[in-house]
T-cell receptor, first 114, second 114 residues
Framework: EPEVTQTPSHQVTQMGQEVILRCVPISNHLYFYWYRQILGQKVEFLVSFYNNEISEKSEIFDDQFSVERPDGSNFTLKIRSTKLEDSAMYFC????????????FGDGTRLSIL | AQKITQTQPGMFVQEKEAVTLDCTYDTSDPSYGLFWYKQPSSGEMIFLIYQGSYDQQNATEGRYSLNFQKARKSANLVISASQLGDSAMYFCAMREYGREKLTFGTGTRLTIIP
């Protein structure tokens, strides 16, 4: 069964550094998403991406965040200048075009900011 | 604004018994979908079951079924014949049609006792 893959599984970064989280969505999906889950808390929506542009974003997704689809398979989340509070599990997800289709999640990248 | 409430932070259930995980939601949009996800201790998010707001019948997927009561705005997950492998966090989530984001509840930690 096709799946969403994320790399790396764990990223440790110094505060203030830039970090790029990578994702390969399911190949025939057209919507891509990033969510984050701070330890012990609920999953929070960051951004959705469709047709090479952001289609929806949350108030969390401020100017320090950006997303990109650099080629036909990868989808990336960049955090420009990391803060301690960016430490979380970051999930990539993808889905088809219809609202009744589930979003399929990757295994996540655990980001630790020191 | 859309909101998901899961009032059971933790549940303990004997193996082979059925278990119901509660979820209530709030939305002013008449068109929406409800999703349940399982998050084992390893951290990945696994899609379990979907219910659309216009679906006449309760959704079922193997041992999972959804007790959907639209007037009460509840979408409880029922797991029949529980197994040790069902021990995990369970999240209820909602998506308003026309929007991409999933809004998650705080989750219920289910522990199956042998």
């Amino acid at each position: 069964e096709p799946e969403v893959t994320q790399t790396p599984s764990h990223q440790v970064t110094q505060m203030g550094q830039e970090v790029i989280l990578r994702c390969v969505p399911i190949s025939n999906h057209l919507y891509f998403y990033w969510y984050r889950q701070i330890l012990g808390q609920k999953v929070e929506f960051l951004v959705s991406f469709y047709n090479n542009e952001i289609s929806e974003k949350s108030e969390i997704f401020d100017d320090q965040f950006s997303v990109e689809r650099p080629d036909g398979s990868n989808f990336t989340l960049k955090i420009r200048s990391t803060k301690l509070e960016d430490s979380a599990m970051y999930f990539c997800a993808s889905s088809g075009v219809y609202s009744n289709q589930p979003q399929h999640f990757g295994d996540g990248t655990r980001l630790s900011i020191l | 604004a859309q909101k998901i409430t899961q009032t059971q932070p933790g549940m303990f259930v004997q193996e082979k018994e059925a278990v119901t995980l509660d979820c209530t939601y709030d939305t002013s949009d008449p068109s929406y979908g409800l999703f349940w996800y399982k998050q084992p201790s390893s951290g990945e998010m696994i899609f379990l079951i979907y219910q659309g707001s216009y679906d006449q019948q309760n959704a079922t997927e193997g041992r999972y079924s959804l007790n959907f009561q639209k007037a009460r705005k509840s979408a409880n997950l029922v797991i029949s014949a529980s197994q040790l492998g069902d021990s995990a966090m369970y999240f209820c989530a909602m998506r308003e049609y026309g929007r991409e984001k999933l809004t998650f509840g705080t989750g219920t930690r289910l522990t199956i006792i042998p």
